[in-house]
């Protein structure tokens, strides 16, 4: 990792959808602004939107737009955004639209021109498809930025951490962290699960998340103590 990217962003991504990422996100904002930083979040790629006047809006782009440091243009947080909750490139092909990361990677150098830290999103999991050829890998790649990847421990989730660290790993890209989220509050030997996979992570645990109703970023934020941490 040289120093230009280590200090450009993160990009945050999971064993999943549904794990944590939008709060992790949330939380690492919180916590960059916490220590002065300027930041934006970035959501690529959104399938799942309401259709409103303004047109289509997904509540991830819109929360990392409200946490961002500078009022940008909802286009520029989230470029490719689909109404109906399924695959991306499933999404992309109904619509006629053919996902560009050229056009990612241009919406990614106006947020990063004007902020310290750009903190990007995926949707779902490591692989998603975003066309026919390409995944949100290949976004990440393409931004060159370290990843975070938080795992919803939940039964099966060692499984889907090993194959997506693992994966991570392959695509050549620098894994910065890892960040245990107890999704499921009925899932028993926590402790256990997060003590093998720091075994067979080579990447710092950053935070373990306990299972809370209702989480908020800035609770996250003081649960996590992330600030201790130098992102
Ligand atoms: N530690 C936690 N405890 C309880 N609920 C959580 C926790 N982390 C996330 N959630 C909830 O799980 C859901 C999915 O989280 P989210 O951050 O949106 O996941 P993703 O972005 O990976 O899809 C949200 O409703 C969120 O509030
Ligand atoms: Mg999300």
Same mark, same amino acid.
């Given at each position: ?5 280590m ?5 945050i991504?999971g ?6 990422k939008?709060v992790c996100?949330l939380?690492?904002?919180a916590?960059?602004?916490?220590q002065g930083?300027t930041v ?5 790629v959104s399938?799942g939107?309401n ?6 809006r997904?509540?991830? /782009?819109?929360q990392? $737009?409200?946490a961002?440091?500078?009022p940008? #243009? ?9 109404? %109906? ?8 092909d ?5 996902i560009?990361?050229s056009?990612?990677h241009k ?10 830290r750009?903190?990007v999103?995926? /949707?779902?999991?490591? $692989?998603v498809?975003?066309s026919?050829?390409? #995944?949100?890998?290949d976004?990440a790649?393409?931004l060159?930025? %370290? ?5 919803g ?7 889907h951490?090993?194959l997506t660290?693992?994966?991570i ?5 620098n894994?910065?962290?890892w ?5 499921d509050?009925s899932?028993?030997?926590?402790d ?14 950053l935070?373990t ?9 800035d609770?996250?934020l003081?649960?996590?103590?992330i600030?201790r941490?130098t992102?």
């Amino acid at each position: 990792m040289n120093h230009t990217q280590m200090h450009t962003g993160y990009f945050i991504t999971g064993t999943d959808t549904g794990v944590g990422k939008t709060v992790c996100t949330l939380a690492l904002m919180a916590a960059l602004k916490d220590q002065g930083l300027t930041v934006a979040g970035m959501k690529p790629v959104s399938a799942g939107c309401n259709q409103t006047a303004k047109g289509l809006r997904n509540d991830d /782009a819109e929360q990392l $737009l409200k946490a961002s440091s500078i009022p940008f #243009s909802y286009n520029t947080i989230n470029p490719y955004a689909f109404k %109906p909750a399924i695959a991306p490139h499933i999404a992309a092909d109904q619509q006629g639209v053919e996902i560009q990361i050229s056009h990612i990677h241009k919406q990614f150098d106006v947020l990063r021109a004007q902020v310290d830290r750009v903190i990007v999103e995926g /949707a779902g999991g490591w $692989l998603v498809p975003i066309s026919s050829g390409q #995944s949100l890998a290949d976004v990440a790649c393409a931004l060159q930025l %370290p990843v975070i990847m938080v795992v919803g421990m939940r039964i099966g989730c060692i499984n889907h951490a090993l194959l997506t660290y693992n994966h991570i790993q392959a695509s050549g890209v620098n894994v910065a962290g890892w960040v245990a989220n107890q999704v499921d509050n009925s899932m028993t030997a926590l402790d256990e699960n997060i003590h093998y996979l720091t075994q067979k992570i080579h990447a710092p645990l950053l935070a373990t998340i306990y299972y809370t109703l209702a989480p908020q970023p800035d609770w996250a934020l003081k649960h996590l103590d992330i600030t201790r941490r130098t992102f």
